[in-house]
C-alpha cells in the first residue's frame, strides 16, 4: 500500500471528501438565490468541465488512432466518450435541478440547456455507430471520424447557439448562472472541486483502459 | 509487386497467415485454395483495398516504390463483390471509368474493347441491369483492362462465364501476360492451367 | 434554525454517495491489477 | 481533379433521373408533411406575432427531416449494389466526395424549389425580404448537403439501416438547424438583406468547418 500510485487515490478520495464538505460549509450562501440552491455550482460546473475534457480527449485518441490504427488508441477513444456522455448526463442533470429551483421548471429551454442536450445526442449517437459496425478495425476508424466531425461542430454549439438566443416564449429569462459573483471563498471550493473532478475522471479513464489493454492482450494472445 | 508474411485477421478469426510472393510480368501466378481460405481476401489487400493485420505488400515500379494509394490506378481488378452500374448501359459504364481515370473517352475505342470481350454490339446501348450474369461478367472484365493496368487481378474470372466466355478470360490473361502482373485466384481446373507458379492457401 | 440542520442532512448524503463511489473504484483497481499481474 | 468530379455527378445525375429513388423518397416525404402540416395547423391558428417565427421553424423542419431521408442513398446504393469497390479503385477520393456532395446539394435545391413555394402558399407565410431567404436557403444548403455527405460515407460502411444515418445526422445538424430557422425568421420580418447577415456568416463557417473537416475524414472512411 506504499505504492505512490495508492496514495495518490487515497489522497484524491480525502480530497473530494474535503470538498463535499466545503461545498455546503465553508462556502457562504450566494446572494439572490433561493435558498442553498447556489451549492450545486460546485458539482454542476466541474461535472460540465470534465465532460468537455473527456471529449477532448477522445478527439486527441481518435486523430491518434487514424494515424496509428492501433486498437488500443481505439479503446481510448472509446473510453473518453463513454465518460464524457456520463458527466455530460450529470451536468444536464444537476444544471435542471438547479432550473428546477430558480425558475420553477426543470427546462425551460435555456440555451445552455439546448447546448448540453445536444451534445448528449451527438455522443449517444457516436455508440450508436460503434455498436453497427461489426468490424473492429473499420468501427475504429468511423467512431473516429465521426468524433472529429462532433468535436468541429461543438464550438457552434457552445458559442453560436447561446449567442443567437432562441426561444418558444420570446421574453428572454435573466440567467442567473452566469452573473454570479463569486466571493473568494466560492472560487477556493469550485477550483478544489475542478481538480478533484478531474483527478476522478483520469482515475475513471486509466481504469478502463487498462482494462480495454488486457482485453485486447487476451485477444490477440488467443490467436497467437 | 511483392508480398512478405502477408497476414489478416477478422475479430478472433484468422484468414491468412505468413504468405509470400511476387508478381512479375512474365509470371501468372494462380493462387488456390478451398472456399474460405482467404484467397479473396489475399487479392484485396494486393489491390491496396485491406489493409493486412500483418505483414507488408511493397509496388516498385522501374524500382521506385509507389504508395498503397499510389498503385490504386495501376490495377485491374475482377471479383465477385465487384459490380458495374446497372442503371448505366456497357458503354456509358467504359465511358463513367474511363473519364475517372482522367483520359478522354472514345467511343470507338470503347465499343472495340465491348466486342472484343464478346459483348455484341447492339447491347452496348442497354442499361448493364438488363444484362445477364454472363454479359455483366464481360463488361467487368472489360473495366478491369480499360487503362492497360500494370497489374491485373482476377478473382474466379470465369464464374457465370459458358465456354465461350472462358475463352474471352484466356486470351485476356495471353494477352497481358507479357506486359502486366497477372495473379488469378481460382479453383477452376481450366484457370490453374495458366499459372506458371502457384500459391496453395490451406483453411 | 431548523433550515440550517437540514443542510447536514444533505451534506452527509452526499459524503456516503461519494465515499461508495471510492471504495467502488478502489476495489475495481484491485481486481485490474489481479488481471494485470496474471497475464 | 474537377474532371473526375463532375464524372461522377454526372453518373449520379444519369443515375438517379432513370431509378428516380432518391428524389421520390425526398419529395413525397415533404409533401405529405408539408400537406398534414397546413391541414393540421393552417395559417389562421398561429397568433400574428409567433407567425414569422414558428412558420419558420416549421418550414425548416419539414425540409430538414425530407432531407435526412434522401441524402444517404448517394453512398448506400454503392455499397448494396457493391459498386462501391470499383469505384474506389477506379477514382479519387477528393472527386468522389465533391461529385456526391454537389449531387446531393442539387438534390437539396430541387426540394426546396419544390416544396418552399408551396409552403408559403399554404401558410400564408409573407416573406418580406425574398432575396434574404434566398441567400439563407442556398448557404444553408451547401452547408446541410456538407454534413449530410460525410456521414452518409460514414454510414454506408457500418451495417445500420437508414435509421443510422438519421440518428447521426439530426445532431450533428441542429445547430445549423437553429441557425436557418433564425435567418429564416429574419429574412421574413424585414425586406432588407442586412437582417439575415449574422445568420449567413454562422451558416458559411459551419458549412466551411465541415467542408475542411470532410475533405480531411473522407479518404479515411472511403479508403480502409
Known amino acids: 500500500m506504499t505504492d505512490k500510485r495508492w496514495l495518490l487515490k487515497w489522497l484524491l478520495g480525502v480530497w473530494l471528501a474535503v470538498v463535499v464538505l466545503g461545498a455546503f460549509f465553508y462556502a457562504p450562501t450566494a446572494r439572490g438565490f433561493k435558498g442553498e440552491s447556489a451549492r450545486i455550482v460546485f458539482f454542476h460546473v466541474p461535472q460540465a468541465w470534465v465532460a468537455v475534457l473527456a471529449f477532448c480527449v477522445n478527439l486527441i485518441a481518435s486523430l491518434r488512432f487514424l494515424r496509428t490504427r492501433d486498437p488500443i488508441d481505439d479503446a481510448r477513444a472509446a473510453s473518453a466518450a463513454g465518460l464524457g456522455l456520463l458527466f455530460s448526463v450529470l451536468a444536464t442533470v444537476t444544471g435542471s435541478l438547479f432550473a428546477k429551483v430558480m425558475w420553477g421548471s426543470f427546462w425551460n429551454w435555456d440555451p445552455r440547456e439546448v447546448s448540453i442536450a445536444i451534445l448528449l445526442l451527438i455522443y449517444a449517437a457516436y455508440f450508436a455507430l460503434r455498436q453497427a459496425v461489426p468490424d473492429e478495425e473499420r468501427r475504429g476508424s468511423l467512431s473516429a471520424a465521426y468524433a472529429v466531425l462532433a468535436f468541429v461542430t461543438m464550438p457552434f454549439l457552445v458559442f453560436v447557439v447561446p449567442r443567437i438566443y432562441w426561444s418558444l416564449h420570446p421574453d428572454t429569462l435573466l440567467n442567473a448562472r452566469g452573473s454570479i459573483d463569486m466571493e473568494s471563498r466560492m472560487v477556493q471550493v469550485l477550483v478544489a472541486s475542478l481538480v478533484g473532478f478531474t483527478g476522478l475522471f483520469s482515475w475513471l479513464y486509466t481504469l478502463s483502459v487498462r482494462l480495454a489493454r488486457i482485453r485486447l492482450r487476451r485477444q490477440q494472445g488467443v490467436e497467437g | 509487386m511483392s508480398f512478405e508474411g502477408v497476414g489478416k485477421r477478422f475479430g478472433a478469426r484468422t484468414v491468412l497467415t505468413g504468405v509470400n510472393g511476387v508478381l512479375r510480368p512474365g509470371r501468372v501466378v494462380v493462387v488456390t485454395g478451398p472456399n474460405g481460405s482467404g484467397k479473396s481476401t489475399l487479392l484485396n489487400i494486393l489491390s491496396g483495398l485491406i489493409r493486412p493485420s500483418r505483414g507488408s505488400v511493397r509496388y516498385l515500379q522501374d524500382e521506385v516504390e509507389l504508395s498503397r494509394r499510389g498503385w490504386l490506378s495501376k490495377l485491374g481488378v475482377v471479383a465477385p463483390d465487384m459490380a458495374v452500374y446497372e442503371e448505366l448501359s456497357a458503354l456509358e459504364n467504359l465511358r463513367f471509368f474511363t473519364r475517372l481515370r482522367g483520359s478522354k473517352a472514345d467511343d470507338v475505342v470503347l465499343e472495340g474493347l465491348l466486342e472484343s470481350v464478346g459483348l455484341a454490339r447492339r447491347e452496348h446501348r442497354r442499361p448493364v441491369g438488363a444484362y445477364s450474369s454472363g454479359m455483366k461478367q464481360r463488361v467487368k472484365l472489360a473495366q478491369a483492362v480499360l487503362h492497360e493496368p500494370a497489374v491485373l487481378l482476377l478473382d474466379e474470372p470465369s464464374s457465370n462465364l459458358d465456354e465461350a466466355g472462358h475463352t474471352v478470360v484466356g486470351a485476356l490473361v495471353a494477352q497481358f501476360r507479357e506486359r502486366a502482373a497477372v495473379a488469378v485466384a481460382t479453383n477452376d481446373p481450366r484457370e490453374t492451367a495458366w499459372g506458371d507458379e502457384e500459391i496453395r492457401l490451406a483453411v | 434554525m431548523p433550515q440550517a440542520d437540514s443542510i447536514f442532512w444533505v451534506a452527509a448524503v452526499a459524503v456516503v454517495i461519494w465515499a461508495g463511489v471510492f471504495f467502488y473504484c478502489l476495489h475495481l483497481d484491485r481486481k485490474v491489477r489481479e488481471l494485470e499481474e496474471h497475464e | ?224
Not at chain 4, 435567418?183 to 432588407?192: F, L
Request: charged share 15%; with cysteine; glycine share 6%.
Open chain 4, 1 to 224: 481533379m474537377l474532371s473526375e468530379a463532375m464524372a461522377v455527378l454526372g453518373k449520379e445525375l444519369t443515375g438517379e433521373l432513370r431509378s428516380r429513388v432518391a428524389l421520390n423518397a425526398i419529395g413525397l416525404f415533404a409533401l405529405t408533411t408539408l400537406t398534414a402540416v397546413a391541414y393540421q395547423i393552417g395559417p389562421y391558428r398561429i397568433a400574428a406575432e409567433d407567425r414569422p417565427h414558428l412558420l419558420a421553424a416549421l418550414l425548416w423542419i419539414i425540409l430538414f427531416f425530407a432531407a435526412t431521408s434522401g441524402l444517404a442513398r448517394v453512398f448506400v446504393k454503392e455499397e448494396d449494389a457493391h459498386t462501391a469497390k470499383t469505384l474506389r479503385l477506379a477514382a479519387r477520393p477528393e472527386a468522389v466526395l465533391l461529385g456526391k456532395l454537389l449531387f446531393n446539394l442539387l438534390l437539396l435545391v430541387a426540394l426546396e424549389v419544390f416544396i418552399v413555394p408551396l409552403y408559403c402558399v399554404l401558410m400564408a407565410y409573407e416573406v418580406k425580404g425574398v432575396a434574404g431567404l434566398v441567400l439563407v436557403l442556398a448557404l444553408g444548403s451547401l452547408a446541410l448537403a456538407a454534413v449530410a455527405t460525410i456521414v452518409a460515407a460514414i454510414i454506408s460502411r457500418a451495417s445500420g439501416s437508414g435509421t443510422l444515418f438519421a440518428v447521426l445526422t439530426v445532431p450533428l445538424a441542429l445547430p445549423l438547424l437553429v441557425i436557418l430557422i433564425q435567418g429564416t425568421r429574419a429574412a421574413a420580418e424585414s425586406p432588407d438583406v442586412a437582417a439575415v447577415w449574422p445568420a449567413l456568416r454562422a451558416i458559411v463557417s459551419l458549412a466551411g468547418v465541415t467542408l475542411i473537416a470532410s475533405a480531411y475524414l473522407f479518404p479515411v472512411v472511403w479508403h480502409d
